[in-house]
């Protein structure tokens, strides 16, 4: 929702919204925060389930994924944010249907 806010704001500004760098350097900069001593991340069995079948394994490791093969980590990470592997109904249908939600869907993916 803040994000939605934040780039409704900077339309104006720049014609296009935040950029993808612009949410990371936010982000960046939130964790950054002295009083932020983690980001948690919401999710369920069903998601994990999920997830699993997507990357064809039978258990994961959220807390330490592997980092082999090459590139494991970050498909591991990309399906952990997908929407088949998202808990909260709320986060899965904006990323479902971000234009109901007022978020441009360059943001929401």
Not at 5 to 14: K, R, Y
Not at 42 to 47: G, K, P, V
Request: some cysteine.
């Amino acid at each position: 929702l803040v994000l939605s806010l934040l780039d409704a704001a900077v339309i104006p500004t720049n014609g296009r919204g935040l950029s993808p760098e612009d949410v990371d350097a936010m982000l960046a900069g939130f964790l950054d925060l002295p009083e932020m001593h983690a980001l948690h991340v919401y999710t369920d069995e069903n998601a994990l389930d999920n997830a699993c079948a997507l990357l064809a394994v039978s258990r994961l490791n959220v807390i330490a994924p592997p980092l082999e093969p090459p590139g494991a980590r970050d498909r591991i990470l990309a399906t952990l944010v997908s929407e088949d592997c998202t808990a909260s109904e709320h986060l899965r249908l904006i990323l479902q249907q971000p234009e109901r939600f007022g978020v441009r869907r360059a943001l929401a993916t």
